[in-house]
Protein backbone atom coordinates (compact mmCIF):
# COMPACT_ATOMS: atom_id res chain seq x y z
CA UNK A 1 0.00 0.00 0.00
CA UNK A 2 1.71 3.42 -0.75
CA UNK A 3 2.56 5.40 2.30
CA UNK A 4 -0.61 7.91 1.68
CA UNK A 5 -3.02 5.98 -0.22
CA UNK A 6 -6.66 7.26 0.59
CA UNK A 7 -4.95 10.65 2.32
CA UNK A 8 -6.36 13.99 0.90
CA UNK A 9 -3.93 16.68 1.49
CA UNK A 10 -3.76 20.98 0.86
CA UNK A 11 -0.28 22.47 0.02
CA UNK A 12 -0.46 26.29 0.18
CA UNK A 13 2.10 27.37 -2.21
CA UNK A 14 2.46 23.94 -4.23
CA UNK A 15 2.54 25.36 -7.71
CA UNK A 16 6.85 25.95 -7.29
CA UNK A 17 9.89 24.88 -5.24
CA UNK A 18 9.61 22.83 -2.16
CA UNK A 19 5.39 22.62 -2.33
CA UNK A 20 5.15 21.42 -5.91
CA UNK A 21 7.98 18.86 -5.04
CA UNK A 22 6.43 17.78 -2.18
CA UNK A 23 3.39 17.38 -4.44
CA UNK A 24 4.65 15.37 -6.62
CA UNK A 25 5.56 13.30 -3.56
CA UNK A 26 2.30 13.38 -1.80
CA UNK A 27 0.73 11.83 -5.65
CA UNK A 28 3.34 9.09 -5.81
CA UNK A 29 2.66 7.77 -2.72
CA UNK A 30 -1.36 7.79 -3.08
CA UNK A 31 -2.65 10.76 -1.94
CA UNK A 32 -4.91 13.15 -3.21
CA UNK A 33 -3.43 17.04 -3.58
CA UNK A 34 -5.24 20.16 -4.06
CA UNK A 35 -2.20 23.02 -3.99
CA UNK A 36 -2.96 26.87 -3.76
CA UNK A 37 -1.14 29.82 -5.01
CA UNK A 38 -1.29 33.50 -5.28
CA UNK A 39 -0.89 33.54 -9.41
CA UNK A 40 -3.91 31.82 -11.60
CA UNK A 41 -1.33 31.20 -14.37
CA UNK A 42 1.57 28.98 -12.32
CA UNK A 43 -1.48 27.02 -10.28
CA UNK A 44 -3.09 26.11 -13.53
CA UNK A 45 0.52 25.06 -14.62
CA UNK A 46 1.33 23.10 -12.14
CA UNK A 47 -1.86 21.40 -11.44
CA UNK A 48 -1.61 20.34 -15.35
CA UNK A 49 1.52 18.71 -15.05
CA UNK A 50 0.39 16.69 -11.98
CA UNK A 51 -2.08 14.98 -13.38
CA UNK A 52 -5.52 13.71 -12.49
CA UNK A 53 -5.48 13.56 -8.99
CA UNK A 54 -4.19 17.10 -8.59
CA UNK A 55 -6.60 20.17 -7.99
CA UNK A 56 -5.67 23.89 -7.38
CA UNK A 57 -6.91 26.93 -5.34
CA UNK A 58 -5.83 30.59 -6.20
CA UNK A 59 -5.05 32.24 -3.12
CA UNK A 60 -2.54 34.76 -1.42
CA UNK A 61 -1.60 33.41 1.70
CA UNK A 62 -1.57 37.18 3.01
CA UNK A 63 -5.20 37.34 2.44
CA UNK A 64 -7.45 36.04 5.27
CA UNK A 65 -10.38 36.23 3.36
CA UNK A 66 -8.54 34.22 0.78
CA UNK A 67 -8.60 31.30 3.61
CA UNK A 68 -12.01 31.65 4.04
CA UNK A 69 -12.58 30.92 0.23
CA UNK A 70 -10.05 28.12 0.93
CA UNK A 71 -11.69 26.45 3.31
CA UNK A 72 -15.19 26.71 1.29
CA UNK A 73 -13.48 25.26 -1.54
CA UNK A 74 -12.17 22.47 0.63
CA UNK A 75 -15.00 21.61 2.57
CA UNK A 76 -17.25 21.99 -0.64
CA UNK A 77 -15.01 19.50 -2.97
CA UNK A 78 -13.07 17.48 -0.28
CA UNK A 79 -15.53 17.75 3.27
CA UNK A 80 -12.96 16.94 4.91
CA UNK A 81 -8.73 16.32 4.68
CA UNK A 82 -5.86 14.32 6.43
CA UNK A 83 -3.15 16.78 5.66
CA UNK A 84 -2.35 20.41 5.14
CA UNK A 85 1.32 21.23 4.45
CA UNK A 86 1.39 25.06 5.02
CA UNK A 87 4.64 25.77 2.88
CA UNK A 88 3.85 29.20 0.89
CA UNK A 89 6.38 32.18 2.29
CA UNK A 90 8.63 34.86 0.95
CA UNK A 91 11.72 36.32 1.82
CA UNK A 92 13.09 39.90 1.47
CA UNK A 93 16.55 40.08 2.90
CA UNK A 94 18.04 43.51 3.63
CA UNK A 95 20.29 45.24 6.64
CA UNK A 96 18.19 45.90 9.53
CA UNK A 97 18.92 49.45 9.38
CA UNK A 98 16.88 49.79 6.15
CA UNK A 99 13.85 47.62 6.76
CA UNK A 100 10.72 49.29 6.30
CA UNK A 101 7.33 49.69 7.96
CA UNK A 102 6.02 48.14 4.39
CA UNK A 103 8.99 45.17 4.17
CA UNK A 104 8.33 44.07 7.87
CA UNK A 105 4.31 43.77 7.19
CA UNK A 106 4.40 42.16 3.93
CA UNK A 107 6.79 39.49 5.29
CA UNK A 108 4.32 38.86 8.45
CA UNK A 109 1.77 38.95 6.74
CA UNK A 110 2.38 36.01 4.45
CA UNK A 111 5.12 34.07 6.44
CA UNK A 112 2.96 34.11 10.03
CA UNK A 113 0.05 35.94 9.79
CA UNK A 114 -1.33 34.50 6.74
CA UNK A 115 0.08 30.96 8.05
CA UNK A 116 -2.07 31.85 11.54
CA UNK A 117 -5.29 32.29 9.81
CA UNK A 118 -5.26 29.63 7.17
CA UNK A 119 -4.73 27.12 10.10
CA UNK A 120 -7.23 28.36 12.07
CA UNK A 121 -9.73 28.20 8.82
CA UNK A 122 -8.51 24.97 7.95
CA UNK A 123 -8.44 23.24 10.93
CA UNK A 124 -12.35 22.52 11.48
CA UNK A 125 -11.90 20.12 8.17
CA UNK A 126 -8.73 18.38 9.21
CA UNK A 127 -9.67 14.83 10.29
CA UNK A 128 -8.83 13.45 14.22
CA UNK A 129 -5.19 12.11 13.60
CA UNK A 130 -4.10 14.32 10.93
CA UNK A 131 -0.92 15.84 10.73
CA UNK A 132 0.00 19.60 10.20
CA UNK A 133 3.36 20.28 9.03
CA UNK A 134 4.81 23.76 9.00
CA UNK A 135 8.06 24.86 6.61
CA UNK A 136 10.11 27.23 8.45
CA UNK A 137 13.65 27.65 7.76
CA UNK A 138 16.73 27.22 9.55
CA UNK A 139 16.87 31.06 9.55
CA UNK A 140 14.74 30.69 12.50
CA UNK A 141 17.57 30.06 14.77
CA UNK A 142 21.01 30.80 12.53
CA UNK A 143 21.28 34.31 13.05
CA UNK A 144 21.86 35.28 9.57
CA UNK A 145 22.98 39.17 8.96
CA UNK A 146 20.39 40.48 6.53
CA UNK A 147 17.79 38.05 7.51
CA UNK A 148 16.00 39.93 10.55
CA UNK A 149 12.45 40.04 9.99
CA UNK A 150 12.84 36.78 7.87
CA UNK A 151 14.12 34.90 10.49
CA UNK A 152 11.76 36.33 12.88
CA UNK A 153 8.89 34.96 11.16
CA UNK A 154 10.41 31.88 11.39
CA UNK A 155 11.11 31.72 14.84
CA UNK A 156 7.01 32.46 15.21
CA UNK A 157 5.90 29.89 13.23
CA UNK A 158 8.07 27.38 14.99
CA UNK A 159 6.62 28.48 18.20
CA UNK A 160 3.43 28.09 16.73
CA UNK A 161 3.99 24.96 15.43
CA UNK A 162 5.05 23.62 19.41
CA UNK A 163 2.24 25.31 20.83
CA UNK A 164 -0.73 23.59 18.34
CA UNK A 165 1.07 20.48 18.71
CA UNK A 166 -0.28 20.81 22.44
CA UNK A 167 -3.05 22.01 21.44
CA UNK A 168 -4.10 19.63 19.25
CA UNK A 169 -3.03 16.43 20.65
CA UNK A 170 -6.85 15.66 21.94
CA UNK A 171 -7.74 15.23 18.33
CA UNK A 172 -4.49 13.55 18.16
CA UNK A 173 -3.51 15.66 15.37
CA UNK A 174 -0.24 16.15 14.96
CA UNK A 175 1.79 19.16 14.14
CA UNK A 176 5.51 18.88 12.94
CA UNK A 177 8.05 21.87 11.82
CA UNK A 178 10.58 21.49 8.73
CA UNK A 179 13.74 23.95 8.50
CA UNK A 180 15.17 23.42 5.08
CA UNK A 181 18.72 25.81 4.82
CA UNK A 182 19.74 26.64 1.35
CA UNK A 183 17.57 24.87 -0.99
CA UNK A 184 17.80 25.35 -4.88
CA UNK A 185 14.74 26.79 -5.39
CA UNK A 186 12.99 30.27 -7.38
CA UNK A 187 13.89 32.41 -3.89
CA UNK A 188 16.90 32.51 -5.38
CA UNK A 189 16.34 34.20 -8.36
CA UNK A 190 14.15 36.38 -6.74
CA UNK A 191 16.54 37.79 -4.23
CA UNK A 192 19.13 38.75 -7.23
CA UNK A 193 21.06 35.29 -6.14
CA UNK A 194 22.31 34.32 -10.18
CA UNK A 195 22.76 30.43 -11.48
CA UNK A 196 26.13 31.08 -11.80
CA UNK A 197 26.78 31.74 -8.33
CA UNK A 198 25.06 28.82 -7.22
CA UNK A 199 26.95 26.65 -9.94
CA UNK A 200 30.20 28.51 -8.60
CA UNK A 201 29.83 26.50 -5.12
CA UNK A 202 29.80 29.74 -3.43
CA UNK A 203 26.65 29.19 -0.97
CA UNK A 204 27.78 25.54 -0.63
CA UNK A 205 31.60 26.27 0.75
CA UNK A 206 29.78 27.04 4.26
CA UNK A 207 27.56 23.94 4.12
CA UNK A 208 29.33 20.75 5.59
CA UNK A 209 28.04 18.44 3.07
CA UNK A 210 29.28 20.08 0.37
CA UNK A 211 25.73 21.38 -2.05
CA UNK A 212 22.26 23.35 -1.66
CA UNK A 213 19.98 20.44 -1.27
CA UNK A 214 16.93 19.82 -3.36
CA UNK A 215 13.25 20.44 -3.33
CA UNK A 216 13.04 16.74 -3.34
CA UNK A 217 14.73 15.99 -0.18
CA UNK A 218 12.68 18.26 1.79
CA UNK A 219 9.42 17.01 -0.07
CA UNK A 220 10.30 13.19 1.76
CA UNK A 221 10.51 14.07 4.85
CA UNK A 222 7.62 16.16 4.59
CA UNK A 223 5.76 13.21 3.05
CA UNK A 224 7.02 10.76 5.99
CA UNK A 225 5.93 13.25 8.88
CA UNK A 226 2.40 13.48 6.98
CA UNK A 227 1.95 9.63 6.99
CA UNK A 228 1.23 6.68 9.23
CA UNK A 229 4.49 5.78 10.08
CA UNK A 230 5.28 8.98 11.98
CA UNK A 231 2.07 8.20 13.87
CA UNK A 232 4.02 9.22 17.27
CA UNK A 233 5.84 12.14 16.11
CA UNK A 234 4.39 15.93 16.87
CA UNK A 235 6.24 18.76 18.16
CA UNK A 236 9.15 17.98 16.48
CA UNK A 237 11.18 20.51 14.55
CA UNK A 238 13.58 19.10 11.86
CA UNK A 239 16.19 20.42 9.86
CA UNK A 240 16.90 19.59 6.31
CA UNK A 241 19.99 21.50 5.81
CA UNK A 242 23.24 19.86 5.03
CA UNK A 243 24.81 20.60 8.51
CA UNK A 244 24.42 24.30 7.94
CA UNK A 245 23.02 25.25 11.22
CA UNK A 246 26.44 24.23 12.72
CA UNK A 247 28.11 26.94 10.36
CA UNK A 248 25.28 29.21 9.68
CA UNK A 249 27.45 31.84 8.11
CA UNK A 250 26.99 33.10 4.57
CA UNK A 251 28.97 36.63 3.20
Not at 210 to 218: A, K, L, N, T
Amino acid sequence: MALLNNKTAVITGGNSGIGYATAVDFLAKGAKVLITGRRSDAVQQAVQTLGNQADGFVADQASLSDAKKLADHVRDTYGKIDILFVNAGIGKFGPFSTTTEEDFDKLMNINFKGAFFTIQELLPLINDGGSIILLSSINAYSGMPGAIVYSATKAALNSLGRTLSRELSGRKIRVNIVNPGPIDTPIFEKEGITREVINAGLMAKVIPLGRIGQPEEVANLVSFLASDDASFITGGEYNVDGGFIVHPLIG
